[in-house]
């Protein structure tokens, strides 16, 4: 199983970066068609703030495309863990990558995942876990 970073449905939703739609497209209809992926509420709250902040969407469109990702068939969507918020912290001021970001690599640790999709190569500061490169 794979961890599902922002990037990739952002790149769907948004069409952009132009040069990496392709390959996000095939990775989400894989998930829409039952491909196993995990992501977690703070990577759903991410997607929904830069669509309504950064895209100036219709929070209705907002919504619509927020659902139509939930209902992704492979995709499991795991809730937060308050308790490795300090972990989440130390790993923002020793990489210089975000919240969120280290989030995520601490939950992929706690779910023995060892691969994620994600446009984001600052991943690469953790060396137990790989980021799919076929984007490059």
Do not use: W
Not at 41 to 53: S, W, Y
Not at 56 to 85: E, F, Q
């Amino acid at each position: 199983m794979r961890y599902l970073d922002a990037s990739i449905p952002l790149c769907v939703l948004t069409e952009e970066p132009k040069s990496k739609l392709s390959a996000c497209l095939e990775i989400m209809d894989e998930v829409e068609g039952g491909r196993r992926v995990v992501t977690n509420v703070l990577t759903i709250a991410e997607i929904a703030h830069i669509l309504i902040q950064r895209e100036k969407k219709a929070l209705d469109d907002v919504r619509r495309k927020i659902l139509a990702l939930m209902d992704c068939r492979g995709l499991n969507v795991v809730d937060v863990d308050a308790s490795i918020c300090g972990d989440v912290i130390e790993l923002v001021a020793r990489y210089k990558i975000d919240f969120v970001d280290a989030y995520n690599y601490l939950t992929m640790k706690k779910l023995d995942i060892k691969e994620i999709y994600s446009l984001d190569k600052h991943y690469s500061v953790f060396p137990d876990i790989k980021r799919i490169e076929f984007f490059e």
